[in-house]
């Protein structure tokens, strides 16, 4: 399955040098590279709304598959407690990602990903699509956790064991969350849902480490971007950092829970829905003090899966239907602009 998306990479290879990050344990000042200009939304931090926040939703309340609903219309996103994954499973994971990411430079090098690579260690693969670069290191698994293994070839086990289980947690999550929200949606066909709950499906692990940074003011720890999937799980460590934008509002701070994930809202749910569930315009922040770490599981459809809108309550689509890797092939080249390509007017 990771081989069918991985194609879609194939056919549009990055340059090595939007892959390799810079050794930040090096830095003491902010390379013109990662300078980033000030923005009239980032201007003032200061100004943003800290009483407001993304809902947070007990997944064992009765009416959870509402509130999910109302929060994907709403915001394309939200906080989820009570869902069932073991603490010992989150601090498992966030071990092995601040072991991984605390290696030498050269050692992290040994899993770099290939310029048409989907998996592995690197800057995130949007970086070339804005004209600085990210204050970040990401490292990529599809399926099997092959790239640890240049980097531990004789000492990868418990790593990749830890990496498999919280895979595995994610999955039986994410397909919950799935069967819930497009209940809600009112898309009870078996035809229709046939990839949740099988091997129909795709699914991808990526650790995220922002470094410190001597000034934060003028770097990007991830640039504003929806993501691709249906849904993504994140798990962020107590550091602040995670941003999302509502129309009308701008930049609201996800403030860290050590009992709740994130659940945002990707692409394929955007047009599923015909627009009708936000994709979440999400970014990250630095600063100069804390590292940050991030997990994130994003979970969708096969590749060969074809995504159409769902008229319901309209008789009108808002999207050209298309296959999950076709999409993902106009993503990859038109990163920003992907939704346009399928729209109709």
């Not at 298309?322 to 939704?339: E, H, M, P, R, W």
Request: glycine share 6%; charged share 20%.
């Amino acid at each position: 399955m990771a081989s069918n998306i991985s194609e879609a990479f194939r056919n549009h290879p990055l340059n090595l040098n939007d892959i390799i990050p810079l050794d930040f344990s090096s830095l003491r000042t902010l390379p013109e590279s990662h300078a980033w200009p000030k923005s009239n939304d980032e201007s003032d931090h200061s100004s943003f709304n800290e009483s407001l926040s993304i809902p947070i939703i007990d997944l064992m309340d009765p009416n959870a598959m509402e509130q999910i609903g109302h929060a994907c219309e709403k915001w394309g996103a939200f906080q989820l407690k009570n869902h069932g994954i073991p603490l010992s499973v989150v601090e498992d994971v966030e071990v092995k990602s601040k072991e991984l990411f605390s290696l030498p430079a050269e050692e992290k090098l040994k899993g770099l990903r290939s310029p048409g690579g989907a998996t592995g260690y690197g800057r995130a693969r949007i970086s070339p699509f804005f004209p600085k670069q990210m204050w970040h290191e990401g490292f990529t698994f599809m399926g099997s956790s092959d790239d640890a293994k240049k980097i531990w070839p004789n000492n990868h086990a418990m790593f990749c064991d830890t990496i498999k289980n919280y895979q595995k947690q994610m999955k039986v999550l994410a397909e919950k969350l799935t069967h819930m929200i497009l209940n809600f949606m009112g898309m009870n066909s078996e035809e229709e849902k046939k990839w949740v709950g099988s091997k129909n499906h795709f699914e991808a692990i990526q650790l995220n480490y922002y470094p410190c940074c001597p000034e934060p003011d003028r770097a990007m720890g991830l640039a504003p971007h929806t993501d691709t999937s249906f849904l993504t799980i994140l798990h962020q460590t107590q550091t602040n950092g995670l941003q999302i934008f509502k129309e009308c509002v701008g930049w609201v701070p996800i403030n860290p829970d050590p009992d709740t994930l994130v659940v945002n809202i990707g692409d394929i749910l955007h047009i599923m829905s015909n627009a009708r569930f936000h994709c979440a315009l999400h970014r990250a922040i630095v600063n100069s003090t804390k590292e940050r770490y991030s997990v994130a599981y994003f979970y969708g459809p096969q590749p060969d899966y074809v995504i159409s809108p769902l008229l319901l309550h309209s008789h009108v689509p808002c999207f050209h239907a298309l296959t999950v890797k076709d999409y993902l092939s106009i993503k990859v080249k038109n990163f920003g602009t992907a939704l346009t390509f399928i729209t109709i007017t």
